[in-house]
């Protein structure tokens, strides 16, 4: 079982909308937060979006005010929903979890990551 897996990703016109989507597995106990970055090949990695366990949610400059997080905490997953994209947007989203395990073990989970690619 891989513990942090992200989907969704994909070619999308500019001006278009993705979802992402990122689901943490295993005895966990408490997610903490989930983060998403991304990367771009030649660029330092991005910091996109945080949701918080206490419900606070923050957004990158960049993308405030198109990119949306949520939260589901049944199932330990988190949407990356983006509208109205650019070129800018493009690249590999990787998600990253950290909390703790029922065995009280912390943990900082990183995914393998999802390409996302804006378009015409």
């Known amino acids: 079982q891989v513990p942090l897996v992200e989907s969704g990703g994909g070619l999308v016109q500019p001006g278009g909308s993705v979802t992402l989507s990122c689901v943490a597995s295993g005895n966990i106990r408490q997610i903490n937060y989930m983060t998403w970055h991304r990367q771009v090949p030649g660029k330092e990695r991005e910091w996109v979006a945080t949701v918080t366990t206490a419900g606070h949610f923050n957004y990158a400059e960049s993308v405030s005010g198109r990119f949306t997080l949520s939260k589901v905490h049944a199932n330990n997953t988190v949407y990356l929903t983006g509208i109205n994209l650019k070129p800018a947007d493009a690249g590999v989203y990787l998600c990253?979890?950290?909390?703790?395990?029922?065995?009280?073990?912390?943990?900082?989970?990183w995914g393998q990551g999802t390409q996302v690619t804006v378009s015409s």
């Open positions: 990253n979890a950290g909390g703790t395990y029922r065995n009280a073990q912390y943990f900082d989970l």
